[in-house]
């Protein structure tokens, strides 16, 4: 290299820079990259055709929260394959635990007082006062996903599929 021309020179020693610019960069491909949440996500089932609101369950006490109303549900009976309607406007909501927080099912789905745990095996519990579903949709008020106003229009919606059925 000592008797190299000029751009040779330039050559090797843009090469050089270029190889030291990259080094960091590919340590924060090899695994340090964050991660997409830590905790609960929690998806409210609005829309068709555009994504639903969701948002992350990150505090411990919220957590424990979840877990001491999973706890006190009892096992029930469930004719259908799933508590998510097919319909139109709300139509339940899914809790992902994709960070396995300890003493919370994978998947959760709660919709009009049933409450779904687990993906293959799935699991019916009953949940008649509806309080894991409305402490949800509190929490999704709360992060302002949501606003009381589409709240009240669901349980309008909802009554009105009462009443025709």
Do not use: W
Request: hydrophobic share 40%; glycine share 6%; with cysteine.
């Amino acid at each position: 290299m000592f008797g190299a021309d000029r751009s040779t020179k330039c050559f090797a020693f843009a090469v050089v820079l270029s190889v030291l610019m990259l080094v960091p960069l590919c340590g924060a491909a090899a695994g340090t990259q964050p991660t997409e949440f830590a905790g609960l996500k929690v998806t409210v089932l609005l829309f068709s055709g555009r994504p639903d609101p969701s948002y992350i369950i990150d505090d411990a006490a919220s957590i424990d929260r979840v877990k001491k109303m999973l706890e006190v549900a009892k096992e029930a009976k469930f004719e259908k394959p799933t508590v998510t309607p097919s319909i139109l406007g709300y139509k339940g909501i899914v809790v992902e635990n994709a960070r396995n927080v300890p003493g919370i099912p994978s998947r959760i789905a709660v919709y009009n007082g049933t409450i779904e745990t687990g993906l293959e095996r799935k699991k019916f519990l009953a949940d008649e006062s509806k309080t894991l579903e409305n402490y949800l949709l509190d929490k999704a008020i709360e992060s302002k996903v949501i606003d009381e106003k589409i709240v009240k229009r669901m349980k309008s919606e909802e009554d009105m599929r009462k009443d025709t059925h």
